[in-house]
């Protein structure tokens, strides 16, 4: 079973829908025996940092969230929210990956958010293989993951940026696999298939 994290964010339902073509048990669901028993938990979103931290705080999900030793999946927030500080609303994160989520400053007139289909570059497994590369992928963001030795896959928008990261049993990413075609559910497709 698939334990999908409620937290009061957006985009939570087409992550179902993306494990419900994929065959995927899945629930929605913030208690937290629910998420410690489920054999994969996925952390997605769409929503503020600081305002996210609060409500995991309040609701104790963030103590949660780092005792867990089963694969989990961050998309988008929920990728950043596994960082240890976010500079949106100057928000301490949850400090799984020692990485910083910083605000796209624009160089040439670029806007920001960075929305849209960009391609992964210097792609890593396990989520990904060689016919990622290049693999164009879902984006929406204003805020990216700096680049580091948790980096698997990048994306460039203004400045190269992490567009995956790993971190022991914790995987993110910060495009929508769910919202990325048939390139997307692959992503989704390995990391339901982890041991």
Not at 15 to 38: M, P
Not at 76 to 92: A, F, I, K, N
Not at 94 to 112: M, W, Y
Request: aromatic share 10%; hydrophobic share 45%.
């Amino acid at each position: 079973m698939i334990a999908v994290i409620d937290y009061n964010a957006g985009n939570i339902r087409s992550v179902l829908y993306a494990l419900e073509r994929l065959g995927a048990e899945a629930v929605l669901t913030a208690e937290a025996d629910r998420i410690r028993a489920a054999d994969k938990v996925i952390f997605p979103g769409v929503g503020q940092a600081s305002s996210t931290m609060a409500w995991l705080r309040a609701h104790g999900l963030d103590v949660l969230i780092r005792s867990l030793t089963q694969p989990v999946l961050g998309i988008c927030l929920g990728m950043q929210l596994l960082c240890r500080h976010s500079e949106e609303g100057d928000t301490p994160c949850l400090d799984i990956i020692p990485a910083q989520v910083k605000r796209f400053v624009p160089r040439q007139g670029e806007k920001v958010p960075h929305m849209g289909w960009n391609t992964l570059q210097r792609v890593q497994g396990p989520l990904f293989d060689a016919e990622d590369e290049g693999a164009w992928m879902y984006f929406v963001h204003s805020f990216y993951v700096e680049k580091g030795p948790w980096t698997v896959a990048e994306t460039e928008y203004i400045l190269p940026f992490s567009a995956a990261v790993r971190h022991e049993n914790f995987f993110a990413t910060q495009f929508h696999p769910e919202k990325s075609g048939k390139a997307g559910m692959r992503v989704l497709r390995r990391f339901l298939e982890m041991d």
